[in-house]
């Protein structure tokens, strides 16, 4: 077998009464991918057909999304539930030795809190636009969902009922507009896995009124800071981001920060090879 091929494993997490995907390729030290909202693993694929070289790449569909199925109602979102499933899917693949953890967006709150819970585990970590941070502002479309009042909830079944329309059409149109630097090709793909998805957007109507409680990120700023003074760390920031601000950044110093100018929200999409780069650089 070509151990640069991608296999897409179904993956059983008994411990937490779930599944997942879990996409796998090349063999070496690993490197653990945690994508962002509303996408899934194959968030990954160009990075790691450029790492898997050299690496064992391991990217899972984060619970609801892509090819996972909603997770049951005993899973409730929380820091707890989050370090959990990181935890199950490591255990399922048999990854026990240090790893590198790269996160992007919603995935940057799994992965901070398990690295930071971890710290003897984790050889280096790559951030890429992430929500990880006390008091983080979010934008408004992630309010939206997370309004947990009954006009909230309405109104954002509502429009996740209206993104599915004509295949997508609303949603690629918005979605398109707030990201330009993505591809056709690129805005089908997420239609495909999220707008048509039910469970992707159910999911996100389960997550959102959670993650955006005001006291979700409480003890993070705690938690980055006993990462980047214990493992080697990253940053690999597009400037053009129209959901973070380029400010927060910063709040990750003293890890290593470049700022891509031309680049907006979906790195590893639009900057597969800048992405790459940066994980080699984890010593």
Known sequence: MNTNEVRRNRVHLPGLGMETRVLESGSGPPVVFLHGNPDNADEWLAAIALLSDRY????????????????????????????????????????????????????????????????SRVRGMVITNTVAFEGFHWFALARMWGDSSLRGKLRASAGMFAIGLGGGKLFKKIFGKQNPDLSAQQLDRFAKSFALSRAAKNTSLRQFPVMTKPDFFAGYDRLLANLTAAVPCRVLWGARDQYISRDY?????????????????????????ALAREIAQIP
């Open 249 to 273: 950044a910063e709040r990750f110093a003293p890890a290593e920060i470049t700022v891509l100018e031309d680049q907006g929200h979906w790195i590893a999409l639009t900057a597969p090879g």
């Open 56 to 119: 064992r790449c391991i990217a899972p569909d984060l619970p609801g999304y892509g090819e996972a199925p909603e997770p049951p109602k005993s899973f409730d979102y929380g820091v707890a539930a989050q370090v959990a499933f990181l935890d199950a899917v490591l255990a399922a693949v048999g990854v026990s030795e240090k790893l590198i953890l790269v996160v992007h967006d919603i995935g940057g709150a799994m992965g901070v809190a398990w690295a930071g819970a971890n710290l």
